[in-house]
C-alpha cells in the first residue's frame, strides 16, 4: 500500500512493543530501522509472545501501537492520534490499549 498517497486520517490499529536489538530484519514497520515490533489485542499479549520467543528480557524496549499508515508510535504519540481519529473522548497523559478497545 502506498501510504504517502493515503488520505484517510492516521489511526492506531493494534498494541506493539518494540524490542531494538541494534539488528536489521524484513517487514517491520515503516519507521523502525532496527530491531523488531511485536504487536497484539493488548500490550501484555506482546511481553508473552516475546517470552516464547526468547529470553524473556525486556532489554531495549518501548511500548506503544502500530498505526494505519504503518507506523510504530508510542503511547504518548498514540494520544493525539487516537484523538484526531476519534478513537477516544478526550485527552490522556499516555494511551493504553483498554482506552481504546
Do not use: W
Amino acid at each position: 500500500m502506498n501510504y504517502k498517497h493515503d488520505n484517510r486520517p492516521e489511526d492506531i490499529r493494534c498494541a506493539a512493543i518494540h524490542y531494538n536489538d541494534g539488528k536489521e530484519y524484513p517487514h517491520q514497520p515503516r519507521n523502525i530501522d532496527s530491531g523488531y515490533v511485536l504487536c497484539g489485542l493488548r500490550h501484555h499479549n506482546c511481553f508473552v509472545m516475546r517470552n516464547d520467543i526468547n529470553d524473556g528480557k525486556r532489554r531495549n524496549t518501548r511500548q506503544g501501537f502500530l498505526t494505519s499508515k504503518d507506523r510504530f508510535v508510542t503511547r504518548k504519540e498514540a494520544v493525539q492520534i487516537a484523538l484526531d481519529a476519534g478513537q477516544i473522548p478526550e485527552p490522556v497523559d499516555i494511551l493504553f490499549s483498554e482506552d481504546l478497545y
